[in-house]
């Protein structure tokens, strides 16, 4: 079964767009699925993500904001894995 990677993003987001392509180059190899939850519109996820966007979640579990790390995502999704 594989992991469900989220990002959290904004339509139009630079950053967003950049996390979303590395994390696209890296799903295949890695084996992995990817959700984008947009929230625009949503009190309660900007309340929550707004000024940290893209948050980036491994299913469900918060990995990193703003940047994604090739390295450190890698490392993450490896661990989560020794831990289901």
């Known amino acids: 079964m594989s992991e469900v990677v989220s990002i959290y993003s ?7 767009e950049v996390a979303l392509e590395v994390l696209d180059s890296m799903k295949t190899e890695l084996g ?6 947009y929230i625009d519109g949503d009190r309660e996820l900007e ?19 703003w940047r994604v790390d090739p390295e450190r995502f890698r490392s993450s ?5 020794q831990h289901r």
């Open 47 to 65: 309340r929550l993500y707004g000024e940290q966007i893209p948050v980036i979640h491994i299913d469900g579990q918060h990995h990193d904001f």
């Open 32 to 37: 992995y699925t990817i959700e984008t939850i």
């Open 10 to 16: 904004r339509h139009g987001c630079h950053l967003c």
């Open 77 to 81: 999704l490896e661990t989560h894995r």
